[in-house]
């Protein structure tokens, strides 16, 4: 009888090299890549985040793609508010209710994640290392980047052209999956 | 039943499904450790191939190998980058697939692919990357990977990290383990190498 893995937490890493983070700026959508190498139920997903400036509330949205081609493709989406009121910057966002209940096929997706700080610039990815200059977009299939646009809503598809590769965009952030 | 609790135990939930064959799984890329863990620019010996593991989880095509790479300054330098991909059996590694690209960078921090000799979907399982840099001049060039360990004794029963104690200019078709130097710093660095589909 074949056994088949399910994986309870899909973990990037958890790690906080990166002294300040990476910037997010506010109303950008952050693009991140990852393998999944087996199935995990996609409806707990958490990413550690220092606010830009104490006592704000920020709205984070975030969708699930896929690539197909060279268009991410919108396939599950969820939002949280968070109020960062007690005085720490940090905290691990945690978004868990999914437009719908699906599982995560082994294969390579990514995550879009947009931050939205009334009043404020908005704030840090607490990221495990710094992030580069890359003078050159990446010659394979899309790893990361941010959208070019500014938007306050997920786009349900993007053509990678729009995706901003170079400069300081070498993300790659705490991304946790769980089940 | 001790079984499964040690599969659960690492994290892994079993689910007892069909014995229909799985699907084929093709990644968009694999590298051979996540980019968010590069902590370092490392140099490179002129012409001294090194040799560095790569796990393939899932199926791969071998269409873009990269690495990313740093030059410091403003004089434009030229370099012969080749990349291999072996196989390891018994103690010797065979060239399975290749790669090579001559560049010429001026400054700052790029990524660099190379043009693949043929197609391959690479399947699951250990592999070993191959990298050698040439350079007429200047050996300024740095590459993205990972501190090096100077290990002072060699693994045995594994090979891991090393590089060859011959001087070469292309890749070679198969190696012997015993021709690699596998101790010291020189021998453990470690580049990041990503390979795209």
């Known amino acids: ?179 | 039943m001790a079984i499964l609790g040690m599969i659960k135990a690492a994290g892994i939930i079993p689910v007892f499904g069909s014995t229909s064959a799985a699907p084929e799984i093709f990644l968009n890329w694999v590298d051979n450790s996540p980019l968010f863990k590069v902590s370092t620019w490392n140099a490179y010996s002129n012409a001294t191939i090194s040799f560095n593991p790569i796990f393939v989880p899932h199926k791969v095509s071998f269409n873009v190998p990269a690495i990313l790479v740093s030059v410091p300054g403003s004089t434009a330098r030229t370099f012969s980058i080749s990349l291999g991909l072996y196989s390891l059996t018994g103690s010797t590694l065979s060239l399975a697939n290749s790669a090579s690209q001559t560049i010429t960078i001026t400054s700052g921090i790029s990524w660099v692919s190379f043009v693949t000799s043929a197609t391959q979907a690479i399947s699951t399982g250990q592999w070993y990357i191959g990298l050698g840099i040439r350079s007429a001049g200047t050996s300024n060039l740095s590459i993205a990977g990972f501190s090096s360990v100077g290990i002072g004794n060699n693994p045995t029963d594994v090979l891991l990290n090393a590089r060859m104690t011959a001087s070469s200019t292309a890749m070679p078709g198969s190696i012997n383990t015993t021709a690699l130097d596998l101790s010291g710093t020189d021998a453990n660095r470690q580049p990041y190498v990503i390979i795209s589909a």
């Open chain 1, 1 to 179: 009888m074949a056994i088949q893995a399910k994986l309870q937490f899909n973990q990037g890493n958890l790690h906080a090299g990166s002294a300040n983070g990476i910037s997010m700026s506010n109303g950008t959508m952050h693009i991140f890549g990852f393998n999944v190498l087996n199935s995990i139920s996609f409806n707990n997903v958490m990413f550690p985040f220092r606010a830009g400036t104490s006592n704000v509330s920020s709205t984070f949205l975030m969708g699930l793609y896929s690539l197909t081609g060279s268009t991410l493709t919108l396939v599950n989406s969820g939002s949280n508010s968070f109020g960062f009121t007690d005085g720490n910057p940090r905290h691990l966002i945690q978004i868990t209710s999914m437009s719908t209940t699906s599982n995560i096929t082994p294969g390579s997706w990514y995550i879009g994640i947009i931050g939205l700080t009334s009043g404020a610039s908005g704030g840090f990815f607490v990221a495990p290392n710094q992030s580069y200059n890359i003078s050159n977009n990446f010659p394979g299939k899309l790893l990361f980047g941010r959208y070019s646009a500014s938007t306050t809503v997920l786009p349900s598809s993007i053509n990678t052209t729009d995706v901003t590769q170079t400069g300081n965009s070498f993300y790659n952030i705490n991304i946790i999956i769980t089940a």
